[in-house]
Every structure is written in structure tokens, then in C-alpha cells.
């Protein structure tokens, strides 16, 4: 496990942002465009498509997090518990099947994509900018994924119980990683 020595033993994503907060605005005014914003996608399908690129990766703090936040919004716990394994078994909507694949091969082999790989998004009925935005969701997630492990942020029941309180909190929120960040002491100023 990576250890920053100036973090605690187990540091909160919070404790990173602190510590090394450049960028840390306009990333959480990112996280809320993408999770947040107008979309095709429902809040609770980009926070399946954020779990399951952070399940792809074995990100444990990305994957549990936003899986628990997945679950706020309604999807039920034993489709995210099956989605990584076995997506077409998992539950998910024929239409989010082709976007998994997408979504998992963009993860995995990114240079192997090819217009198959879109044309078959795009026979379920997916737009281009439903599409752009899955793939939106599976960049950051990806980005997210090398900042929690490359810092050694880790999971715990204490995290995911402090992140559930404050999502269930702002569950209506168009700003919940803005606010997560205001709580830091970060502005756009």
C-alpha cells in the first residue's frame, strides 16, 4: 500500500484533497457537470457506470463509495454486487449492456476501440451524447481511480458511513462535490 507520510495511516479522499488541494475546485465542479448534470443518464445509471469503472480498476474506495451512492438512488444492491462479474446477468437495462462493454474495453484496452464498439451503443437507441456522457463518467473514474490508489486512500466502514450521512444529506443536490468541497474549506475563489 502507498503511504504518503505526512497523511494518516488510512486517509479519507478529504484528507488527500487537504493536503494537496490544487485543482481540487474545478475537479468537484467536474464530478457534479458529470454525476450531476444534464443527462440522458439518470444520477443513479452515472453513478453505476462511476462503480463499475471503479470495479473494473479494484479501486475499493471509488467502487464501495459509489456503489453505496448508487444504491441512494434506487438501484438495488444485488445488481452492483453482480454488475462487474457478469453485467448481462446483473439486472442493468438491455440499453446499459453495450455501454458496460463499451465503457469496460475504454477502461481496459483503450487503444483497441473501434466503430463496432460505438455501433453497438448506438443500436439500443444510446445518443451520441448519451454516449459522450458515459464515457465522460468512465474518464473521471479512471482519473479518480490513479489519485485514491497512487495516494493510498482506502475503504473503511467509518468512510462509507461519514459518505453515506453526507449523501443521503444532499441527495437533491446538483452540487454534492462542490459542497463536499466547501466543506474542506475550498471555494472558487
Not at 453505476?48 to 444492491?77: Q, R, W
Not at 474518464?139 to 458511513?161: H, K, P, Q, Y
Amino acid at each position: 500500500m502507498v503511504r504518503f507520510p505526512s497523511l494518516p495511516e488510512s486517509p479519507h479522499l478529504g484528507e488527500v484533497f487537504k493536503s494537496f488541494g490544487r485543482g481540487i475546485w474545478p475537479l468537484t465542479e467536474f464530478h457534479d457537470t458529470v454525476l450531476r448534470g444534464e443527462s440522458d443518464w439518470t444520477i443513479a445509471e452515472r453513478e453505476v457506470l462511476a462503480a463499475y469503472v471503479s470495479g473494473l480498476n479494484a479501486c475499493s474506495f471509488c467502487h464501495d463509495t459509489h456503489k453505496m451512492i448508487a444504491e441512494i438512488h434506487g438501484i438495488p444492491e444485488s445488481m452492483l454486487r453482480a454488475l462487474v462479474d457478469d453485467p448481462e446477468n446483473s439486472g442493468v437495462s438491455r440499453k446499459l449492456l453495450p455501454v458496460l462493454a463499451y465503457l469496460r474495453k475504454l477502461t481496459l484496452t483503450p487503444s483497441k476501440m473501434v466503430d463496432a464498439d460505438a455501433q453497438a451503443v448506438f443500436a439500443e437507441g444510446v445518443s451520441e451524447q448519451a454516449l459522450y456522457d458515459a464515457i465522460a463518467v468512465c474518464a473521471l473514474f479512471n482519473f479518480m481511480n490513479r489519485i485514491v490508489e497512487g495516494c493510498g486512500v482506502m475503504t473503511s466502514d467509518a468512510n462509507l458511513a461519514a459518505s453515506r450521512a453526507r449523501h443521503e444529506a444532499t441527495r437533491d443536490s446538483k452540487e454534492p462535490y462542490r459542497d463536499f468541497a466547501r466543506g474542506l474549506g475550498f471555494s472558487p475563489e
